[in-house]
């Protein structure tokens, strides 16, 4: 199975899915990272907040950031090899790196639970 790295931006978390203002793209991402972690895929993530060594180690990403800036982040390699800058990728194209059939659809913001018993009040 392939291995994935998600070189992510400064995040107060290690997911960025936290606090008040949480980025929808963040929650999608997220869960597309659970649903690859069930088909078996390894997904590594790591912040540049948290971890800032490992992009200092990297030399490819370390060349990204030296050209482009932290705008150039999330950047994704996949079995060692840039395959994404500036974007997380959706859960099709995780499914077309690892081999595995394409989802049936993809996450949607509009069709997730709410979170911490956020549902009406009546």
């Known amino acids: 199975m392939i291995s994935i790295q998600v070189f992510d931006p400064s995040m107060c978390c290690n997911t960025g899915v936290c606090g008040v203002d949480v980025d929808p793209q963040l929650v999608a991402f997220s869960a597309d990272v659970d649903w690859a972690k069930r088909s078996g895929l390894r997904i590594e993530r790591v912040n540049l907040a948290q971890q800032p ?70």
């Open 53 to 122: 060594m490992a992009f200092a180690e990297n030399e490819q990403v370390r060349g990204i950031l030296e050209r482009s800036g932290e705008e150039a982040l999330p950047v994704i390699l996949v079995d060692g090899t840039l395959a994404l800058t500036g974007r997380y990728p959706t859960r099709s194209e995780l499914a077309r790196w690892a081999g595995l059939p394409p989802p049936a659809r993809e996450f949607s913001i509009a069709a997730a639970e709410p979170c911490c018993g956020g549902g009406a009040k009546g």
